[in-house]
């Protein structure tokens, strides 16, 4: 049974004892589950004849009009196809982890940008937890980007089951003019690592293109709306 504090507790250590990046914005890398729940993470992603949608991103879409990222958000309405014991999983998952506990400890370590951004009180910041599974096949990418302005945090959460995909970890830039973005550092898609940051003018980030392989980028993604309605 997955317990909230517990979870909220778990991260707030992971991000004490992750690495703090302020340059060129404020960001953290750390490995937020504990190991037996990330097993199980593993265990319980579903396969591909679950009810993946295809995103309609520009960048996800190859130009012979294949799809190479699907997503699966975490709720029973688009879970219908996932096996029984895996959906329980996913969806009290979700419930659990998506809570104000969570959310709360992210609130606390990105204070500073939160504040610069909102001018309001920490406490008054809107963030509505949207969590979902992605998939990306070969060809995927996705250009430096800082993610739209409905958006309150990003947090995002690498599911590999080793470390043979480690180059496909998502970069993170400092934007020097339009067109122009310099690579100030790469996260290693290993397992269990996770980044976070708040979502700003300054907050790009990217994907380098997916190469050909035999088995696809799984990554949960957490993004903290502004507002109720919005979906992947």
Not at 4 to 16: G, Q, V, W
Not at 80 to 94: C, D, H, I, Q
Not at 161 to 174: A, M, P, R, V
Not at 201 to 209: A, L, N
Request: proline share 8%; hydrophobic share 35%.
């Amino acid at each position: 049974m997955l317990d909230r504090h517990h979870m909220a507790e778990r991260l707030d250590a992971a991000l004490s004892g992750g690495v703090r990046f302020t340059d060129p914005y404020l960001m953290y890398l750390y490995s937020p589950f504990a190991p037996e729940l990330y097993d199980e993470m593993l265990t319980h992603i579903p396969d591909d004849d679950a009810q993946w949608l295809p995103s309609f991103h520009p960048d996800a879409i190859l130009p012979d009009g294949r799809h190479v990222r699907y997503l699966l958000p975490l709720t029973a309405a688009r879970m219908g196809k996932v096996n029984t014991t895996s959906r329980a999983f996913w969806l009290e998952f979700a419930n659990e982890f998506g809570s104000d506990d969570v959310r709360d400890v992210y609130k606390r370590y990105l204070e500073p940008e939160l504040k610069q951004r909102w001018k309001m009180p920490l406490s008054e910041i809107v963030a509505i937890p949207k969590p979902c599974l992605m998939r990306d096949y070969s060809g995927y990418s996705i250009r430096p980007h800082p993610d739209s302005a409905t958006k309150v945090m990003t947090t995002q959460y690498y599911l590999p089951s080793d470390e043979s995909q480690i180059d496909l970890g998502t970069s993170f830039y400092l934007r020097r003019g339009p067109g122009d973005y310099k690579t100030v550092r790469k996260a290693n898609f290993l397992p269990n690592q996770a980044y976070c940051f708040a979502v700003g003018d300054k907050s790009f980030h990217g994907v380098g293109v997916v190469p050909e392989t035999n088995k696809p980028r799984d990554t949960l993604i957490m993004i903290y709306f502004r507002e109720e309605g919005h979906e992947y």
